[in-house]
Nanobody, 125 residues
Framework: QVQLVESGGGLAQPGGSLRLSCIAS????????MSWTRQAPGKGLEWVSAIYSDGSDTYYADFVKGRFTISRDNANNTLYLQMNSLKPEDTALYYC??????????????????WGQGTQVTVSS
């Protein structure tokens, strides 16, 4: 069965960095776009970034452009999110997700069919 397991969250100071990972199993990882979405305390889900199946295209929400970088290692079925210049408003539970259709990318949460359990990122001094 499809499994997505995030890790790498934790406490960072404003201006600091964290690198999130998402290990995928149960499907052909290299055929599917992947995304990161977050949920801040008391708020709704917020799409962050997406990457095409072969890594050739990437998309970012405006509020993370220039600070976050999405990447993937298809040989090791792993998705990454490098987060730099972190701000307190980046505090959230971060989820990775798999798009439903192969060789298709979307910025819409409704087009992603499997989600991980999330990893908590807290940015505070």
């Amino acid at each position: 069965q499809v499994q997505l397991v995030e890790s790498g969250g934790g406490l960072a100071q404003p201006g600091g960095s964290l690198r999130l990972s998402c290990i995928a199993s149960g499907f052909t990882f290299s055929n599917y776009a992947m995304s990161w979405t977050r949920q801040a305390p008391g708020k709704g889900l917020e799409w962050v970034s997406a990457i095409y199946s072969d890594g050739s295209d990437t998309y970012y929400a405006d509020f993370v452009k220039g600070r976050f970088t999405i990447s993937r290692d298809n040989a090791n079925n792993t998705l990454y999110l490098q987060m730099n210049s972190l701000k307190p408003e980046d505090t959230a539970l971060y989820y990775c997700a798999k798009v439903a259709k192969p060789h298709h990318i979307s910025t819409h949460r409704s087009e992603y069919d499997y989600w991980g359990q999330g990893t908590q990122v807290t940015v505070s001094s």
